[in-house]
């Protein structure tokens, strides 16, 4: 399988407690293999394969917050 590398800005998120919120929820996405948070940039970026692009905003709403490809 290939893997996949999927980019999202989530603008809300400003705490070590925000970046464990998302995380926790992504990690649990059938397919992801790592999820790499980083406050400064509001950026994460979700590598896997067969990722699911609603999926993981889906996962990344039940943490608290909006999520936008790029």
Known sequence: MLEQELRYTVAGMSCGHCEAAV????ERVAGVEAV????????????????SDEV???????????AALG
Request: proline letters at 0%; zero cysteines.
């Open 56 to 66: 993981i905003r889906r996962a990344i709403r039940a943490a608290g917050y909006e």
């Open 36 to 51: 790499e948070v980083d406050l400064g940039s509001k950026r994460v970026v979700v590598r896997g394969a067969e990722l």
């Open 23 to 26: 995380t926790e929820q992504v």
